[in-house]
């Protein structure tokens, strides 16, 4: 059975940190990239960041660069999202996502989302 556990939400103001996390178990956590994606009220999804299965960069949206880092800790079958420098736009419910593909290619499971309300 496939299982996220996602933690690090919460509410922080603008310039806060916050660290998500996203433990996953049920499939070959080595053999698929992992994305973190928000979604704020009223508005689509939007992909983060993303860490291959493989040797290579993590990508990130332009809209998080240089605030956002994505990084695994693949003995525990955990990846992280340290978001620094946070912004009201910010604010959204954050989703962990895995894929058997590289980064940007569609997912093929899901966590539950964690709020992560960011006050100005």
């Known amino acids: 059975e496939v299982q996220f556990v996602e933690s690090g939400g919460g509410w922080v103001q603008a310039g806060g940190s916050l660290r998500l996390s996203c433990a996953v178990s049920g499939f070959s956590f080595e053999r698929h990239s992992v994305s973190w994606i928000r979604q704020a009220p009223g508005k689509e999804r939007e992909a983060v960041s993303c860490?291959?299965?493989?040797?290579?960069?993590?990508v990130y949206d332009d809209s998080v660069k240089g605030r956002f880092t994505i990084s695994s800790d693949n003995a525990k079958n955990t990846v992280f999202l340290q978001m620094n420098g946070l912004k009201p736009e910010d604010t959204a419910v954050y989703y962990c996502?895995?894929?058997?593909?590289?980064?940007?290619?569609?997912?093929?499971?899901w966590g539950q989302g964690t709020q992560v309300t960011v006050s100005s």
């Open positions: 996502a895995a894929s058997k593909n590289i980064c940007g290619y569609g997912y093929d499971y």
């Open positions: 860490i291959p299965s493989e040797d290579g960069s993590a």
